[in-house]
């Protein structure tokens, strides 16, 4: 496996791998990596469909990547993925899949028209005080003394991060800043999180940088995740006749493992029909999701908590990495992620409105018609005044297909499960849907004498609590992930969240997806290049840029400086007068 760029490869069809016929494959798990690994396999690997089995324990696929009307409960999307226009993975796979809502289009033509037609972006990225304007103003709110502390971090080697926090390289300068109330929203950072990671996505998305106080940068699919994304990919899995088993927990794989190989020998799963081994040979690849972060998650209704029930169980992504990482060194570390789900949890809920009365006061906010079908929102509205840090977003309606032309179905989320909250005195995690649906309309303005009225009869709001949310921004080091195909594997790979893949970000769509082209494209050794994360964090006209945004446009000669620093400043600046650099300085509005 080698990465590229550009178009030679891009658009290249590979030959056939070597052998390819021979092999079969098991992947555990039907989550985004996992059917992106099976598209590979199919498309580029041109393994048959029949060789593909996809074991998944839950009784649906999609795994993180939902979106379903449960009967009885209700509409319930545990996220809204916010995506990029370079996951490169993704839109280098999804070109190829075709569209369910129209014919002869692809995925990736549906959504580029849908976001070129109707582009994202934030009229009011926050509030405060029960409704009105947070006062971002578009701006990051940086002293110079903070936004060195972001470009130090920008520098420092990943070594130098293994293991540390947020907190040990940022301090209140970036921590009480717009910037950080921008970003911790955004990406659900909380302070005690990597530094290791937060530089990653630094680098990764310095290009967005601008973007990000109004979420200009982000790009959303029409429907909820699972309805645009993951239904077209079963479809075409489906047409292709792989195999999927639902309801199979694998519980165990265990490998033989001599000198310097590294092999699958056996797979155990658990489904309706008792428990079952898989003897695996060389030509049986298999490909395993480890780890997880909606494992344990729970859901309440309207009128019940969803609990937290963090314990590990048989069966699970958690308990199944434990198994494998106990056989061999190079398999990870789960423990340093999942140890502590008080550090991990947060909630979110879904909010369907049932009549008119709420609209107003979204609408009020957003300053757009939720009804109309186009960007409501543009992204998350976070209320910096609330205890739970809540942040809240409607996107395009209707989100789900067979949602009434009445309703608006919308999504909460909170950091701090565990704190009190400013109009219901209980901690998010001890709420019921009706009562984390009173504590939003307290904080849209609604008077205090019909929230509870508003929140009982013209809404729905459906729970779900996540122990292991964000169990991968824990801090870690080398090692601590396993290699996507780790040294001396002949036929087994690791897929999505908790696998290593250099210079990509976690909590994405794109990583899980990129896993699972690099996985196939290992074990089969496919002829093609994976594109390589896109390298913004090399071009200078981004790292301009994002200097002049971050710094909220002012001059790089404005910068609060030591009469040293000053004078070497000055000095370097009068060498690139006349030179290319200078121009490059100028256009980015860096120097007069
Ligand atoms: C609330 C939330 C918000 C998000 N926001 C964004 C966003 O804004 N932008 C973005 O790009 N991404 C976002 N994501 C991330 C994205 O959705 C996930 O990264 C991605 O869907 C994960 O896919 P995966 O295949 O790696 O893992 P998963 O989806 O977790 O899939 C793993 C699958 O394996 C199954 N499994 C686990 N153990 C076993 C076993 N032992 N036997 C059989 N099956 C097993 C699980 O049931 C699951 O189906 C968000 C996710 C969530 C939950």
């Known amino acids: 496996m080698y990465y590229g760029s550009g178009n030679y490869e891009a658009f290249l069809r590979p030959r056939k791998p ?107 990225r926050a509030t405060k005080e029960r409704g009105k304007d947070g006062e971002t103003n578009g701006k990051f709110g940086l002293s110079d003394k903070a936004a060195k502390q972001i470009m130090k971090l920008f520098f420092t080697t990943d070594e130098d991060l293994y293991n540390k926090k947020i907190t040990d390289i940022f301090d209140d300068e970036v921590l009480n800043s717009n910037f950080w109330l921008y970003w911790r929203t955004m990406f659900a950072f909380e302070n005690w999180h990597s530094a290791l990671e937060m530089k990653l996505y630094l680098k990764r998305y310095i290009h967005h940088v601008g973007g990000l106080p109004d ?176 942040s809240w977003t409607f996107n395009r309606q209707p989100q789900f297909r067979t949602q009434k032309d009445n309703e608006l179905v919308g999504w909460i989320y909170g950091l701090f499960t565990d704190k009190k909250g400013d109009y219901i005195k209980k901690t998010m995690r001890e709420c019921t849907g009706k009562e984390i649906c009173m504590e939003w309309l307290y904080h849209m303005g609604v008077p205090e004498d019909e929230i509870e009225e508003l929140a009982t009869n013209s809404a729905n709001t459906v729970p779900v609590m996540m122990p292991y949310i964000t169990a991968f921004f824990m801090p870690r080091e080398k090692g601590d992930r396993p290699l996507v195909v780790p040294e001396g594997s002949v036929n087994f790979a690791f897929l999505g969240q908790f696998a290593e893949t250099p210079r990509d970000t976690i909590f994405t769509t794109e990583y899980s997806m990129r896993t699972g082209m690099e996985a196939v494209y290992t074990l089969l050794d496919v002829e093609r290049a994976v ?54 300085l100028k256009k980015y509005k860096l120097i007069d």
């Not at 990919?233 to 000198?259: A, P, Q, S, W």
Request: aromatic letters at 10%; glycine letters at 8%; a negative charge.
């Open 215 to 390: 979420f200009k940068a982000l790009r959303f699919t029409r429907y909820n995740q699972y309805e645009s994304m993951i239904l077209p990919m079963i479809k075409y899995l489906e047409e292709h006749n792989v195999d999927f088993v639902y309801d199979c927990h694998v519980t165990d794989v265990r490998f033989e493992i001599k000198g310097d190989k590294k092999l699958a020998k056996k797979l155990v799963y658990k489904s309706k029909e008792g428990e079952k081994t898989i003897d695996l040979t060389e030509d049986d690849l298999l490909f395993i999701t480890n780890g997880g972060c909606v494992e344990n998650s729970t859901m309440g209704s309207q009128n019940e908590v969803a609990p937290f029930k963090p314990e590990l169980k048989e069966g699970g992504g958690w308990d199944l990495w434990k198994r494998i990482a106990a056989q061999d060194k190079s398999f990870g570390n789960p423990e340093k992620f999942c140890y502590d789900p008080e550090q991990t949890n947060w909630m979110s809920a879904t909010v369907t409105t049932l009549d008119d009365k709420i609209t107003p006061y979204i609408q009020k906010i957003c300053k757009r018609d939720p009804h109309s079908g186009h960007v409501v929102t543009g992204g998350i509205v976070t209320v910096r005044d609330s205890s739970w840090l809540l």
């Open 531 to 584: 594109p390589e994360v896109w390298g913004s964090t090399y071009d200078i006209r981004d790292l301009l840029h994002s200097s002049y945004a971050l710094r909220d446009g002012k001059k790089i000669t404005d910068m609060e400086l030591s009469f040293i620093e000053k004078f070497a400043l000055n000095k370097a600046i009068s060498k690139t007068r006349g030179t290319d650099l200078e121009k490059l």
């Open 18 to 124: 070597k052998d390819v016929d021979k092999k079969s494959a098991y992947i555990v798990g039907s989550g985004l990596a996992s059917l992106s690994a099976a598209c590979f396999l199919v498309r580029d690997g041109q393994m048959k469909g029949e060789k593909i089995h996809v074991l998944e324990k839950d009784p649906i696929p999609g795994g993180a990547c939902d979106g379903y009307e449960y009967k009885q409960v209700g509409y319930v999307m545990r996220g809204g993925r916010e995506m990029d226009n370079h996951f490169e993975v993704m839109w280098d796979l999804l070109r190829d899949i075709p569209s369910i809502e129209t014919e002869g289009v692809s995925v990736l033509d549906e959504y580029y028209w849908l976001n070129k037609e109707d582009p994202n972006f934030s009229l009011m």
